[in-house]
Antibody, heavy 121, light 106 residues
Framework: QVQLVQSGAEVKKPGASVKVSCKAS????????ISWVRQAPGQGLEWMGW????????NYAQKLQGRVTMTTDTSTSTAYMELRSLRSDDTAVYYC??????????????WGQGTLVTVSS | DIQMTQSPSSLSASVGDRVTITCQAS??????LNWYQQKPGKAPKLLIY???NLETGVPSRFSGSGSGTDFTFTISSLQPEDIATYYC????????FGGGTKVEIK
């Protein structure tokens, strides 16, 4: 079955960086994209960006431009999201989700289990 | 960015009731609108894509309609397992989500 498994919870200090992984299985990795969505405690969903596993093209949410980088390793069917210069308001559960296209973002299915990133001094 | 206004933000209904959630886009998004269900402590799950297409395996009591700027999500007969927060998401431009609707049992 199609599955996305994310790396474990992280605790970081303000100003640090975090890199979250998302390992895909059960489908041809390069035929789809991966999107990243985060959810602050008690809040709604915020789209962060996506990467095509087919050609490596990316699009990022404007508010995160310059702080976020999304990459893939097609040899291991793994996607990565790195967020730099962390602030307290980056504390959230970070989800990866498969995009149902390899060239343009549309809908997200399935989702990973989520990775809690806590930013605290 | 395209803004998605979802309403109501919460609702309480009885088992068997018909439940309706609306989502309004700040500009025409054609039918590029999806609906997700998120249960507490879990990842979201896709229910409806392209405004009205039911994802495989999703019960038929869930449905979606609309195009342009106004969209509706309906649960025809609310079940206890439908307790969750529901989100709309557009992808006409870079994706954005609605604020969510928390559905509770009365």
């Amino acid at each position: 079955q199609v599955q996305l498994v994310q790396s474990g919870a992280e605790v970081k200090k303000p100003g640090a960086s975090v890199k979250v992984s998302c390992k895909a299985s059960g489908y041809t990795f390069t035929s789809y994209g991966i999107s990243w969505v985060r959810q602050a405690p008690g809040q709604g969903l915020e789209w962060m960006g996506w990467i095509s596993a087919y050609n490596g093209n990316t699009n990022y949410a404007q508010k995160l431009q310059g702080r976020v980088t999304m990459t893939t390793d097609t040899s291991t069917s793994t996607a990565y999201m790195e967020l730099r210069s962390l602030r307290s308001d980056d504390t959230a559960v970070y989800y990866c989700a498969r995009v149902n296209s390899r060239v343009a973002v549309n809908w997200f299915d399935p989702w990973g289990q989520g990775t809690l990133v806590t930013v605290s001094s | 960015d395209i803004q998605m206004t979802q309403s109501p933000s919460s609702l309480s209904a009885s088992v068997g009731d018909r439940v309706t959630i609306t989502c309004q886009a700040s500009q025409d998004i054609s039918n590029y609108l999806n609906w997700y269900q998120q249960k507490p402590g879990k990842a979201p799950k896709l229910l409806i894509y392209d405004a009205s297409n039911l994802e495989t395996g999703v019960p038929s009591r869930f449905s979606g309609s609309g195009s342009g700027t106004d969209f509706t999500f309906t649960i025809s007969s609310l079940q206890p397992e439908d307790i969750a927060t529901y989100y709309c998401q557009q992808y006409d431009n870079l994706p954005t989500f609605g604020g969510g609707t928390k559905v509770e049992i009365k």
